[in-house]
């Protein structure tokens, strides 16, 4: 079965971090590029970050740059996605998937999409 499962969501006050997990099961996280995404209510996806499939190249959003780190650990077939300093507008569901790609290119496509998991930014 193919699965693209996050987790890691919450509540957290502004300031605050969370760590996001997305694992994969039933293919090979290392042969694509992932990327993490982000629904805020009433707004359009957003691309947040995007790791390449060996992890040595990733790339961030300004929205976000310098307060969010993509990693992946292909051996465990898992992607994170590390949020510091979180703030309000951080708020809404974070979305993984996966490129039909090794690399990051919206033009390729996605094969697999995760479900979601709700972040939370408020005191």
């Known amino acids: 079965q193919l699965q693209f499962v996050e987790s890691g969501g919450g509540l957290v006050q502004p300031g605050g971090s969370l760590r996001l997990s997305c694992a994969a099961s039933?293919?090979?996280?290392?042969?694509?590029?992932v990327g993490w995404f982000r629904q805020a209510p009433g707004k359009e996806r957003e691309g947040l970050s995007c790791?390449?499939?060996?992890?040595?190249?990733?790339g961030y959003a300004d929205s976000v740059k310098g307060r969010f780190t993509i990693s992946r650990d292909n051996a465990k077939n898992t992607v994170y996605l590390e949020m510091n300093n979180l703030k309000p507008e951080d708020t809404g569901v974070y979305y993984c998937?996966?490129?039909?790609?090794?690399?990051?290119?919206?033009?390729?496509?996605?094969?697999?999409w995760g479900q979601g998991t709700q972040v939370t930014v408020s005191s």
């Open positions: 998937a996966a490129y039909k790609s090794m690399w990051c290119s919206t033009h390729a496509g996605y094969a697999y």
């Open positions: 039933g293919f090979t996280l290392g042969s694509y590029a």
């Open positions: 790791s390449e499939n060996s992890g040595t190249s990733t």
